[in-house]
């Protein structure tokens, strides 16, 4: 374990004041600040698969550090007794800059995002958080750990403890320092090869691509935080989709769990924002991914439909479709129309995508791949 967290802060120096080329500033909550200890018992906690009704599934399973903190190539999860949900995981990687967590932005923070995949049926499967609390309570080093970190006994801890610690070691899996960050942000022109140079310029203009996937003056999240419809999945509802949406505005107010819904019916699931806030503007609107190691994280969208970020780049040249025949969504956000890329400029844009992972995590997946035999 030391050595783990070691080599954590060896790649992403948190706890000093700059962060990787390319990243702003860390959000850190006043009422939980980074410490290391904290950041070390968050990552037990992260890996600790007693915390599933199996025994068999922790929050790594889904979101494994060799993988770019997703479970690629799975395109939806896979929980307790293999249980698959309908969600593609997404990274963990600068999700510490995330305005909302979960691709329909139902939780506001790493903190109580936290808390949902332990009860989730599909997920971990627990009933309550109490055989969390149980585990810790028995467990000697979490004992000495809790009392160091928040100055608590055994009998004293509770999930807000345990979400809080979870947190922290969330926020140092950070990524930035990747060729494009180099080359916009260092002025290093050889940085990007001329392929990716022109990927770049398709991105910034024909492609318009940065409407969403934004880049700041002094920093680059690539991502709006906000919701769009841009045909996955409300495509294939077509003209279900309206009576699908009043029927779960219905079992929303008979008490139906969100995450439950979501996570359990497909259908459902495609709903996006306007199942955590009920408006119909945002019917069939995912949250804007980060584009930061895409490159390692197939397959891609809400539901891992598309298999490459070719797949992704047609996708969007096409006007919300991968197949030109298809019928596409009247619910379709405004601004996804045919782009009438060459083929040229869709490879070329591919090219920039894959620049833009961070060489510290494409040799930690690398080095993992290598170990295991693959």
């Avoid at 139902?106 to 949902?116: F, G």
């Avoid at 009998?155 to 320092?177: D, P, Y």
């Amino acid at each position: 374990m030391k050595k783990k967290i070691l080599f954590l802060f060896a790649l992403f120096p948190i706890l000093s004041i700059a962060e990787p080329l390319g990243l702003p500033k860390l959000p850190v909550p006043s009422d939980n600040p980074q410490t290391p200890e904290k950041i070390a018992l968050g990552d037990r906690l992260f890996n600790d698969i007693r915390f599933s009704s199996t025994g068999k599934v922790s929050c790594a399973t889904c979101h494994a550090p060799d993988k770019a903190f997703t479970d690629s190539p799975l395109p939806v999860s896979v929980g307790i007794n293999n249980l698959t949900g309908t969600r593609n995981a997404p990274t963990v990687l600068n999700a510490a800059y995330n305005q909302t967590q979960f691709w329909d932005g139902r939780s506001p923070d790493l903190e109580d995002q936290a808390q949902h995949p332990f009860l989730n049926p599909v997920e971990m499967g627990l009933a309550t958080h109490q055989p969390i609390l149980k585990v810790i309570a028995k467990d000697k080093k979490y004992q000495k750990a809790f009392r160091k970190v928040f100055g608590v006994s055994s009998k004293k801890i509770t999930m807000e403890h345990v979400l809080k610690a979870i947190a922290a070691f969330e926020r140092t899996q950070i990524s930035g320092n990747s060729p494009f960050d180099h080359y916009y942000f260092s002025g290093k022109e050889n940085a990007l090869n001329a392929q990716e140079k022109r990927g770049f310029e398709v991105f910034l203009n024909e492609g318009r691509c940065v409407s969403c996937h934004t880049i700041e003056q002094d920093n680059a999240l690539f991502t709006d935080h906000k919701f769009h419809n841009i045909g996955i999945g409300v495509n294939e509802l077509g003209e279900k989709i309206e009576p699908l949406a009043k029927s779960f505005l219905v079992a929303k107010s008979k008490g139906a769990d969100v995450d439950i819904a979501v996570l359990t019916q497909p259908n459902t699931s495609h709903l996006g924002r306007f199942a955590v806030n009920n408006q119909l503007s945002d019917l069939g609107g995912f949250k804007t991914p980060t584009l930061r190691n895409i490159a390692l994280t197939a397959p891609y969208m809400h539901d891992g439909s598309l298999q490459t970020l070719r797949d992704v780049v047609v996708h969007y040249n096409n006007g919300g479709a991968l197949d030109k025949n298809q019928p596409i969504t009247p619910y379709l956000s405004g601004g996804i129309r045919p782009l009438n890329l060459s083929e040229q400029q869709i490879d070329d844009l591919v090219s920039f995508m894959e620049s833009l992972t961070s060489p510290e995590i494409k040799n930690q997946t690398k080095t993992t791949n290598q170990e295991h035999g693959s």
